[in-house]
């Protein structure tokens, strides 16, 4: 996979060098480019803003930088790309968002500061997207978020092929309570079933408390959520207990 991100604060991208991230960069399981894309703009005082037609307070990218970076992308790395604008009023990132960019050859994703982007930058997009009903200084962090929850569906990224399958949201349910070693720590004991050996035991307590978790914490994700017949039936029986 390819990703290139375009951004006036380049440096804020070093931390994509580090974890599970830069070990997949450095396998080349992954290649990851950031573009300042400042260095395109055309007037002497290297200003990628401006202020909007028709008044109204701060200032907005302009188009021109973006749309000369993105035309250098395209002759660097020429080919298919989805291109993703992070945009507070986008979709909201999710699961299934992940799985679908961790498909793509190439992502660019487009950071945006200040009060917004020239509308005529969303030409270029194919996605417009928000990690939230919040507002961030700069598009930055919310790209390297979605980029983190996307390399993890690439394969060959997680050490352990079955992790990104059984983590929360992507079955639509929370993830299960874990354990690890000591059994008893504290006087806080790990739960019987798990060190029983009954491997269908284990399975049907892990999926009980992930119903329970998710009708706890987010019982909006049960209402988008197929649930089995099994699921069904176990989650009435939580609902009973309540």
């Given at each position: 996979?390819?990703?290139?991100?375009?951004?006036?604060?380049?440096?804020?991208?070093?931390?994509?060098?580090?974890?599970?991230?830069?070990?997949?960069?450095?396998?080349?399981?992954?290649?990851?480019?950031?573009?300042?894309?400042?260095?395109?703009?055309?007037?002497?005082?290297?200003?990628?803003?401006?202020?909007?037609?028709?008044?109204?307070?701060?200032?907005?990218?302009q188009a021109q930088?973006?749309?000369?970076?993105?035309?250098?992308?395209?002759?660097?790395?020429?080919?298919?790309?989805?291109?993703?604008?992070?945009?507070?009023?986008?979709?909201?990132?999710?699961?299934?968002?992940?799985?679908?960019?961790?498909?793509?050859?190439?992502?660019?994703?487009?950071?945006?500061?200040?009060?917004?982007?020239?509308e005529r930058v969303?030409?270029?997009?194919?996605?417009?997207v928000s990690i939230?009903?919040?507002?961030?200084?700069?598009?930055?962090?919310?790209?390297?978020?979605?980029?983190?929850?996307?390399?993890?569906?690439?394969?060959?990224?997680?050490?352990?092929?079955?992790?990104?399958?059984?983590?929360?949201?992507?079955?639509?349910?929370?993830?299960?309570?874990?354990?690890?070693?000591?059994?008893?720590?504290?006087?806080?004991?790990?739960?019987?079933?798990?060190?029983?050996?009954?491997?269908?035991?284990?399975?049907?307590?892990?999926?009980?408390?992930?119903?329970?978790?998710?009708?706890?914490?987010?019982?909006?994700?049960?209402?988008?959520?197929?649930?089995?017949?099994?699921?069904?039936?176990?989650?009435?029986?939580?609902?009973?207990?309540?």
């Amino acid at each position: 996979m390819d990703i290139t991100i375009l951004s006036i604060f380049p440096r804020m991208f070093n931390a994509l060098n580090e974890s599970l991230i830069g070990k997949a960069q450095e396998k080349e399981l992954v290649n990851i480019d950031v573009v300042d894309f400042r260095k395109f703009t055309t007037n002497k005082q290297n200003h990628v803003d401006d202020s909007p037609y028709g008044g109204g307070a701060g200032m907005l990218l302009q188009a021109q930088p973006i749309y000369d970076a993105m035309d250098f992308v395209e002759k660097e790395k020429p080919g298919k790309k989805r291109v993703v604008l992070l945009d507070p009023a986008g979709k909201t990132f999710n699961t299934k968002m992940a799985q679908d960019f961790a498909k793509e050859d190439q992502l660019v994703f487009i950071c945006g500061h200040y009060e917004g982007f020239d509308e005529r930058v969303k030409d270029l997009v194919t996605d417009e997207v928000s990690i939230g009903d919040y507002i961030l200084t700069g598009g930055e962090l919310p790209t390297m978020s979605m980029i983190d929850a996307t390399l993890r569906f690439v394969p060959g990224v997680l050490g352990n092929s079955f992790s990104a399958e059984e983590e929360s949201f992507s079955h639509g349910l929370l993830e299960y309570p874990q354990y690890s070693r000591p059994a008893d720590f504290r006087g806080k004991k790990v739960p019987e079933v798990l060190t029983s050996g009954d491997h269908e035991k284990i399975r049907l307590w892990r999926l009980t408390q992930a119903l329970k978790k998710t009708l706890e914490r987010r019982p909006d994700l049960l209402e988008s959520t197929d649930l089995t017949d099994e699921e069904q039936k176990l989650l009435h029986k939580i609902r009973q207990n309540y």
